[in-house]
């Protein structure tokens, strides 16, 4: 691949892993309209890896507070629970498991899936329908008992589906389940690193060759880096004051759109998948 091909699906990564429009589906529709198709797995490792970086670097002060409560709990599970960090730490943990038993039991369907326009779009106006449902929450909690982390860790499964988005669900999920603004943010993407590094993991596992990428494979992942880094912060903005359905804007015209190709034919080439998707 060359510079500018790297670096395009660097900023498409970093962009879409994080805003709340689907990055399997743009990879899907990418695939249809332009004969597109996913990075080989190194590249893949790296941007994800470059996406990864970013939620640590945006988040950074949250993820040491978890930290610090994970030592506390390791000292003393009922003193570790007592704080806001503690009981965040648990909820992370506990909707991590409904997030890989769902994400697990839905992998094998989602490269046909992300074949049809008709369940991508259905995807895509879920995406929409989850970013209007914000306006409509007005919570005020800052953590989440373990039944309703549950709930989120399987709105977060759920979001393997091409077109369905993860950070538009899982915030919209925390949101509707009594988080205020900045807490269903902070959950929905500290809840996403588990789920970025198990996949960054099992991708890794079968990459041999990704020291002799080259340079334009690391330039990817730092251009998926800042483009990432760039997208939480303006998502964070847009969560905090109540924007997130400005999305849907784009989602409905664009869901509508590919439901209509559908019923006219579906396209010739078969979509690519690949990743994690927001």
């Not at 689907?22 to 249809?32: F, N, T, V």
């Not at 880096?225 to 903005?237: C, H, P, S, W």
């Not at 924007?243 to 015209?253: S, V």
């Amino acid at each position: 691949m060359d510079a500018a091909v790297v670096v395009g699906l660097a900023v498409v990564q970093g962009l879409t892993e994080f805003l709340p429009v689907s990055s399997d589906g743009h990879l899907a529709i990418g695939g249809w309209l332009f004969g597109l198709r996913a990075p080989s797995l190194p590249v893949v490792v790296l941007l994800h890896a470059g996406t990864l970086l970013a939620t640590l670097v945006v988040l950074r002060n949250e993820v040491a507070s978890l930290g610090r409560a994970a030592a506390s709990l390791l000292l003393g599970p009922r003193r570790g629970l007592t704080d806001d960090e503690g009981r965040l730490l648990v909820g992370v943990l506990v909707a991590t498991a409904p997030t890989a038993l769902v994400g697990w039991w839905l992998e094998p369907h989602v490269e046909a899936l992300s074949a049809r326009p008709l369940a991508v779009g259905l995807g895509l106006l879920g995406s929409a329908a989850a970013v209007l449902l914000t306006h409509r929450s007005r919570g005020d909690r800052e953590t989440l008992g373990a039944g309703r982390c549950l709930l989120v860790g399987l709105a977060q499964g759920l979001a393997v589906l091409p077109g369905l988005s993860r950070s538009g669900t899982t915030i919209a999920a925390c949101m509707l389940l009594g988080l205020h603004a900045r807490a269903a943010f902070r959950f929905s993407f500290l809840l996403s690193m588990p789920a970025i590094l198990g996949a960054l993991i099992l991708e890794a596992r079968r990459v041999d060759e990704i020291g002799a990428l080259g340079w334009l494979a690391w330039i990817g992942g730092l251009v998926a880096f800042a483009t990432g880094a760039g997208a939480l912060l303006v998502l964070r903005g847009l969560v905090e004051r109540g924007r997130l359905g400005w999305f849907a804007a784009y989602l409905i015209p664009v869901g509508l759109a590919l439901l209509a190709w559908d019923v006219m034919g579906e396209p010739s080439a078969t979509s690519p998948h690949g990743g994690v998707g927001p």
